[in-house]
């Protein structure tokens, strides 16, 4: 069902755009991970139709061109970050500096969460690794943005093992993210949270249809997996 995502995820800010207004004029609510959280501990109650979108690796093109989108229309995303690359250019592509995360992060409208130090596949490496590279990555967060209420992961290329699981949860980890698919409010799993990712060029609309094709269940929510033009 989802080998059609697989294509280039390399979005525009224009389709980007497109896609918020589209889910805002369809009656969804997009929502951040801390409300999610908030909901998971019976804080808070969610909107029906939320959706959560969220962007990894931490292109400085998610400020460029992300950022005032968001601003413009007033709603959240969730950034995951390799904090290796944070302030670089690595193999001609500009990272997010600790200045713009803090920026961000301070609007109220993006939170920034922890996609590794070092990017690369952990499910191949010794667990013990994996939870020194995310404590690692998670420390040098806390350095430059403050203390961190929520901690999530998001596993490079999606790549986890039981084990790698099971260690980040004993280890301070609150939410886990990997695998294609959708969540359910009913039965939700914090160790195993899915996203939809979002081909070049998909439209709201679209992406509102193979919601549909799911059954649009209320029980459900969405995570959607936006890149944008870098």
């Known amino acids: 069902m989802?080998?059609?995502?697989f294509f280039n995820y390399i979005n525009t800010p224009q389709s980007f755009e497109e896609n918020i207004k589209?889910?805002?004029e369809n009656g969804y609510t997009i929502i951040s991970m801390q409300d999610l959280a908030e909901y998971d501990s019976g804080k808070?109650?969610?909107?029906?139709?939320?959706?959560i979108i969220t962007f990894d690796d931490g292109y400085y093109s998610n400020y460029e061109y992300i950022y005032p989108i968001l601003k413009k229309y007033n709603v959240k995303a969730?950034?995951?970050?390799?904090?290796?690359?944070?302030?670089?250019?690595?193999?001609?592509?500009?990272?997010?500096?600790?200045?713009e995360c803090l920026e961000m992060q301070n609007s109220?409208?993006?939170?920034?969460?922890?996609?590794?130090?070092?990017?690369?596949?952990?499910?191949?490496?010794?667990?013990?690794?994996?939870?020194?590279?995310v404590i690692e990555s998670y420390k040098l967060i806390e350095k430059?943005?403050?203390?961190?209420?929520?901690?999530?992961?998001?596993?490079?290329?999606?790549?986890?093992?039981?084990?790698?699981?099971?260690?980040?949860?004993?280890?301070?980890?609150?939410?886990?993210?990997?695998?294609?698919?959708?969540?359910?409010?009913?039965d939700l799993n914090k160790d195993f949270i899915k996203r939809i990712n979002i081909p070049c060029e998909m439209t709201g609309k679209e992406i509102i249809e193979v919601i549909n094709?799911?059954?649009n269940d209320l029980l459900n929510f969405y995570i959607i997996m936006a890149t944008c033009t870098y």
């Open 213 to 215: 094709q799911n059954g």
């Open 144 to 186: 430059n943005l403050g203390k961190q209420e929520l901690h999530v992961f998001a596993y490079p290329y999606g790549a986890y093992t039981d084990e790698t699981v099971r260690t980040l949860k004993n280890n301070g980890i609150d939410f886990q993210v990997y695998d294609i698919g959708w969540n359910n409010f009913k």
């Open 22 to 24: 589209t889910f805002l």
């Open 78 to 99: 969730s950034i995951f970050i390799i904090t290796d690359n944070i302030g670089k250019e690595v193999d001609g592509i500009k990272y997010l500096g600790w200045e």
């Open 108 to 133: 109220g409208l993006i939170e920034i969460f922890s996609h590794s130090k070092k990017h690369v596949f952990y499910n191949k490496l010794p667990v013990r690794e994996l939870r020194d590279d």
């Open 44 to 51: 808070a109650e969610l909107p029906n139709k939320p959706i």
């Open 2 to 5: 989802f080998s059609a995502y």
